[in-house]
């Protein structure tokens, strides 16, 4: 039984770079969802999927991100034209459909990002 | 809007104390849950508690225990016998649907 994965752990990228963050939620679940943390924070909600289809967009997630999950499989979120206030940890979680956990989310290992 | 408060950013005790977090939240839904997460050094976040807002029994698991009360909008954790192994950063959390609203939690240091 695996849990939540995410890739890569870490990335460091240039002020201006392109970066693409992938999860592999667990099997079973169709609700997948992305989160952001800075230091000393809690999570913040970024984005959220039921199957294939994003069904919120939080305000932080600006028009320079961009998430998807194609077959209601795996996800990705990219960030364009990194900046340094990018630099956080991103984390996945997902959660089943139904069922006594419906509304427990179970989180990966997250990727952090620096931004030079 | 859902806001969920840790007023204590740092609790150092010693191995076998008892540790008590602190979370006071807001919300306007009715329906609503409840969550305890610890993160530790790894950066996992773990999930280790849920309460939905019709039910404030309190319960003891192991060596966790909560207290909710609706009238004070309080969730309390408490930490029996503290061990090494508990040293992480602990979170509140609110949902009242699919997203979580975290607290800015609370570093827990047990010293040996």
């Known amino acids: 039984d695996t849990g939540v994965s995410q890739d890569p752990r870490h990335k460091i990228t240039k002020r201006g770079q392109n970066v693409t963050f992938r999860c592999d939620p667990i099997?079973?679940?169709?609700?997948l969802y992305w989160y952001r943390q800075t230091l000393g924070q809690g999570p913040e909600f970024l984005t959220y999927?039921?199957?294939?289809?994003?069904?919120?967009k939080s305000r932080l997630l600006s028009d320079r991100f961009s998430a998807e999950r194609p077959k209601g499989s795996f996800s990705t979120l990219e960030i364009q034209r990194t900046e340094q206030g990018d630099s956080a940890m991103y984390l996945c979680?997902?959660?089943?459909?139904?069922?006594?956990?419906?509304?427990?989310?179970?989180f990966g290992p997250g990727t952090r990002l620096t931004v030079l | 809007a859902q806001k969920v408060t840790q007023a204590q950013t740092e609790i150092s005790v010693v191995e076998k104390e008892d540790v008590t977090l602190d979370c006071v939240y807001e919300?306007?839904?009715?329906?609503?849950?409840l969550f305890w997460y610890k993160q530790p050094p790894s950066g996992e976040l773990v999930f280790l508690i849920r309460?939905?807002?019709?039910?404030?029994q309190n319960e003891i698991s192991g060596r966790y225990s909560w207290n909710f009360q609706k009238s004070t909008s309080s969730f309390n954790f408490t930490i029996t016998a503290s061990q090494v192994v508990d040293s992480a950063v602990y979170f509140c959390?609110?949902?009242?649907?699919?997203?979580?609203?975290f607290g800015a939690g609370t570093t827990v240091t047990v010293r040996a």
């Open positions: 979680a997902s959660s089943p459909k139904a069922g006594m956990t419906y509304n427990e989310q179970f």
């Open positions: 959390a609110l949902s009242a649907g699919y997203k979580l609203s």
């Open positions: 999927f039921q199957n294939e289809a994003q069904l919120e």
């Open positions: 099997s079973e679940h169709n609700r």
């Open positions: 919300t306007r839904d009715t329906t609503y849950y």
């Open positions: 309460r939905n807002s019709f039910d404030e």
